[in-house]
C-alpha cells in the first residue's frame, strides 16, 4: 500500500432516497488508475471541507471519522479550506499527489470547485460531493439535503403559523455562490408566497459564520428596527441575530428561525428548547451515509451505487425539540 507519511504531514486533520444509479468505473488519465477495490484492503480517503469554522462542518468532520472507524482498513485525512476557494483547489490536488482511493467534498463555492472535482472523476478516483453542489455532472455521488424544500418549509412555517398576520423579514444568507444559499432563498420565497403581507425588506449574506451574521444583523435592525422576524440560513447566524437584537433591546419583538438543528449543546435544537429560535430545520450532515457509500464502492465492489442521496429533514419548535434532539442523538 501507499505510503501516508507525506499526506499526514501536508495535510490537516434522516431518512434517504436514492434516485438513479451510476457506475463507479472511470477512465483513467494516465497518470492514475480505478482504484483497486476489495475486502481485507487499506484505503486512503481525503476528504476536502469547506471550512472547519461552522458548528456545522465540524459535526460533519466528526460524523465521517466516527463512521469511518468502524470501517476496516479506511483511513480518512480532513483538509480544511478555510472558506478560501483556491486552498480547497489545492487541497484536492495534494490528495491527487497522494494517489487517494476515494475523494469525498464539500465544496466551498460550486464554480471555483468544478475543474479539480472533474480532475479526480477523470483520473478514476470516486468522488462523493457531500452538502455543497459542484456544476456539472463529473463526480460520482451527491449527498445532501433538498435545500429548496428546506427553504420552503421554512416560509411556509413563516406564512401559516410564525407571521400569520404579516410583517417584515430580514435574511441572513449564506456564503454567496454556495449552492446552499442559493436555494434555501429560493425555497423561503416560494414558502412565503402563499401570504402576501409578508415582505422581505432585507437580505445580506452572513457567509454563514455566526460572528458575522451578528454583525449583519446589527446593521439591518437599525436600518429596519419594525423587523417582525429574521429568517437565517444556518443556526449559528440566527444565533449571531439574536445576540445583535438583545444588544438592541429588540429581541422581545423580533423572531428568529435557522436550519442545521445540529444535536449538541450548542447546537440549534437547544437553541429553540431555550427560547432564542422560534424553529429550526433539520440539516443532516450526511457524514455517515458518505462512509457507507465508500463502504459500497471501496470495500464491495459495488459498480451500482445511488447518483443521488438526499437527506430528510424535520421542522423542529418548542413543543418538538427535547424529542428531536432524543431522537437524533443528542450529547449532553
Known amino acids: 500500500m501507499r505510503t501516508r507519511t507525506v499526506l499526514l504531514a501536508l495535510l490537516c486533520s434522516g431518512a434517504l432516497a436514492a434516485s438513479a444509479a451510476c457506475s463507479v468505473e472511470k477512465p483513467s488519465d494516465g497518470d492514475a488508475a480505478a482504484t483497486d ?7 486512503l480517503i481525503g476528504m476536502s471541507q469547506a471550512n472547519n469554522a461552522e458548528p456545522y462542518r465540524r459535526v460533519m468532520n466528526n460524523d465521517v471519522q466516527a463512521a469511518a472507524a468502524g470501517v476496516p482498513g479506511f483511513t480518512v485525512v480532513v483538509a480544511d479550506a478555510a472558506q478560501d476557494n483556491s486552498k480547497q483547489v489545492a487541497d484536492v490536488e495534494n490528495f491527487l499527489t497522494q494517489r487517494v482511493d476515494l475523494l469525498i467534498i464539500s465544496p466551498n463555492e460550486a464554480k471555483p470547485l468544478t475543474a479539480v472535482v472533474q480532475k479526480a472523476y477523470d483520473r478514476g478516483v470516486p468522488v462523493i460531493v457531500l ?11 451527491f449527498i445532501g ?3 429548496v424544500a428546506i427553504g420552503r418549509a421554512a416560509g411556509e412555517f413563516y406564512a401559516g403559523t410564525l407571521l400569520p398576520d ?13 449552492t446552499p444559499a442559493a436555494e434555501r432563498a429560493q425555497g423561503f420565497r416560494e414558502g412565503i408566497a402563499g401570504n402576501p403581507k409578508i415582505e422581505i425588506v432585507a437580505s445580506q449574506p452572513g457567509d454563514w459564520l455566526r460572528d458575522k451574521g451578528q454583525s449583519v444583523a446589527d446593521a439591518l435592525l437599525k436600518t429596519h428596527p419594525d423587523a417582525a422576524a429574521v429568517y437565517a440560513h444556518n443556526d449559528p447566524m440566527a444565533e449571531g441575530a ?14 428568529f428561525t435557522g436550519i442545521d438543528a445540529l444535536p449538541v449543546p450548542s447546537g440549534g435544537i437547544k437553541a429553540v ?5 422560534a424553529a429550526t430545520f433539520q440539516y443532516a450532515t450526511g457524514g455517515r ?4 457509500l465508500a463502504r459500497r464502492i471501496l470495500v464491495d465492489c459495488s459498480t451500482d451505487v445511488p447518483r443521488t442521496t438526499t437527506l430528510g429533514t424535520m421542522q423542529i419548535t418548542r413543543e418538538n425539540a427535547a424529542e428531536a434532539y432524543a431522537r437524533l442523538g443528542g450529547v449532553s
Open 242 to 255: 439574536y445576540l445583535a437584537a438583545k444588544a438592541a433591546g429588540l429581541h422581545t419583538k423580533v423572531k
Open 131 to 141: 452538502d455543497r453542489k459542484v456544476e456539472g455532472e463529473a463526480y460520482t455521488a
Open 289 to 292: 451515509e458518505a462512509v457507507d
Open 166 to 178: 404579516g410583517g417584515k423579514v430580514i435574511e441572513i444568507s449564506g456564503l454567496p455562490g454556495s
Open 37 to 43: 477495490c476489495g475486502a481485507d484492503k487499506e484505503f
Open 273 to 277: 428548547e431555550q427560547g432564542r429560535l
Open 145 to 147: 439535503g433538498d435545500n
